[in-house]
């Protein structure tokens, strides 16, 4: 069973870039998970999609976040990675990975605290 886990820092500080790792288990990045999407959910907010990888490389990105985000794979990890850049406390959320058929392999997520 195709399983994700989100890792990395519980706390940045405003204007440092956050670094987030997807690990995909039970399965290969490439072949069961389609595409990596990250997806966040501020306190008391809604689900935000941020950008996604797919499996040939080519990347998408929310046009609200694209000036700071970037997405990787390294499939030879099973693993992709989400790099925010200049972070301020608007962007404390649990940030979720997710991808598969219909998304339906999710992370359990990841809280992410922005603050000095």
């Known amino acids: 069973q195709v399983q994700l886990q989100e890792s990395g820092p519980g706390l940045v500080k405003p204007s440092q870039a956050l670094s987030l790792t997807c690990t995909v288990s039970g399965g290969s990045i490439t072949t069961n998970m389609g595409y990596c999407n990250w997806i966040r959910q501020p306190p008391g907010k809604g689900l935000e999609w941020m950008g996604a990888i797919a499996s040939s490389g080519s990347t998408y990105y929310s046009p609200s976040l694209k000036s700071r985000t970037s997405i990787s794979t390294d499939t030879s990890k099973n693993q992709c990675t989400l790099q925010l850049s200049s972070v301020t406390p608007e962007d404390t959320a649990v940030y979720y990975c997710?991808?598969?058929?219909?998304?339906?392999?999710w992370g359990q997520g990841t809280q992410v605290t922005v603050s000095s």
């Open positions: 997710a991808g598969g058929t219909g998304w339906g392999y």
